[in-house]
C-alpha cells in the first residue's frame, strides 16, 4: 500500500517568512495530492491539491509543486501570518473506485509574531 | 449547504454501551468516510461508502458497525468499546466517487471509560 512521508514534524518561522513542507510518497500509480490545515481542536479543512498531470498550482499565498519522478511535494506558504499556525497533513491517493487517502503523520508550523 | 455534521460533539461511554455517531451531508456527495484521529497523529482510514453501500472495512474491530441509511446519512454504532477506543472520529464526505475533495465534519470527541 501507500506509505506517505512527511519532514520536520515541527516548523517555526517568523512571521513574514515562507514555510516549506515537503512529502514523499510510495505508491507511484498514486494520481492525487491534496494538503489538509488542522487548527487545535477543529476538522481538517482541505487548503489545496493537485493532481498528477500538473506540476504545480498556486492559491493566493499558498502553492504546492508536485515531482513525480522523485515522488515528492511540497506546500509553499509565502508571508506567514499568525494564523498560519496549524497541523498540516500532506495526503495521496490513487483516484477511482475504492480509492483510500493516506495521510502523512503532519507537521506542526509555528509563525511566531 | 456546504458542511459534514456530526453528532454529538462529545461522547462518554462505559464499556458495556452501546451508542451511535451520526453524521450528515446535503452536499450531493455519494462516498462519504469514517476516519479514527488519536491526539497528535494523521486520520486513519475505517470504512468507505460508495452510493450507500460499503466498499472499503480497514479490517475494523467489529465492535464498530457503520450503516449508511440514506444517501445523506452515516452511522456508526459502537458496542462494548474499550478505552484504546477513546479517539476523535471523524466523518468526511467526498463529491465524486473517485476521492478527492474530501470535506471533513467537525468529529465526535469519544471517550470510553
Known amino acids: 500500500g501507500e506509505n506517505v512521508e512527511q519532514h520536520p514534524s515541527t516548523l517555526s518561522v517568523q512571521e513574514g517568512d515562507s514555510a516549506v513542507i515537503k512529502c514523499t510518497y510510495s505508491?507511484?500509480?498514486?494520481?492525487?495530492f491534496p494538503w489538509y490545515k488542522q487548527e487545535l481542536g477543529k476538522r481538517p479543512q482541505l487548503i489545496i491539491d493537485i493532481r498528477s498531470n500538473v506540476g504545480e498550482k498556486k492559491d493566493q499565498r499558498i502553492a504546492v509543486t508536485l515531482n513525480k519522478t522523485a515522488k515528492h511535494f511540497s506546500l509553499h506558504i509565502t508571508e506567514t501570518q499568525p494564523e498560519d499556525s496549524a497541523v498540516y497533513f500532506c495526503a495521496a491517493s490513487v483516484t477511482g473506485a475504492n480509492s483510500k487517502l493516506t495521510f502523512g503523520k503532519g507537521i506542526t508550523l509555528s509563525v511566531r509574531p | 449547504d456546504t458542511e459534514v455534521t456530526q453528532t454529538p460533539k462529545h461522547l462518554v461511554m462505559g464499556m458495556t454501551n452501546k451508542k451511535s455517531l451520526k453524521c450528515e451531508q446535503h452536499m450531493g456527495h455519494r462516498a462519504m468516510y469514517w476516519y479514527k484521529q488519536k491526539a497528535k497523529k494523521p486520520p486513519e482510514l475505517m470504512f468507505v461508502y460508495s452510493y450507500e453501500k460499503l466498499s472499503i472495512n480497514e479490517s475494523v474491530p467489529s465492535r464498530f458497525s457503520p450503516e449508511c441509511p440514506n444517501s445523506s446519512l452515516l452511522n456508526l454504532h459502537l458496542h462494548a468499546l474499550q478505552p484504546e477506543d477513546s479517539a476523535l472520529y471523524l466523518c468526511?464526505?467526498?463529491?465524486?466517487?473517485?476521492?478527492?475533495?474530501?470535506?471533513f465534519g467537525s468529529g465526535t470527541r469519544l471517550t470510553v471509560v
Open positions: 468526511a464526505s467526498s463529491q465524486d466517487l473517485g476521492g478527492t475533495r474530501y470535506t
Open positions: 505508491d507511484s500509480a498514486s494520481n492525487y
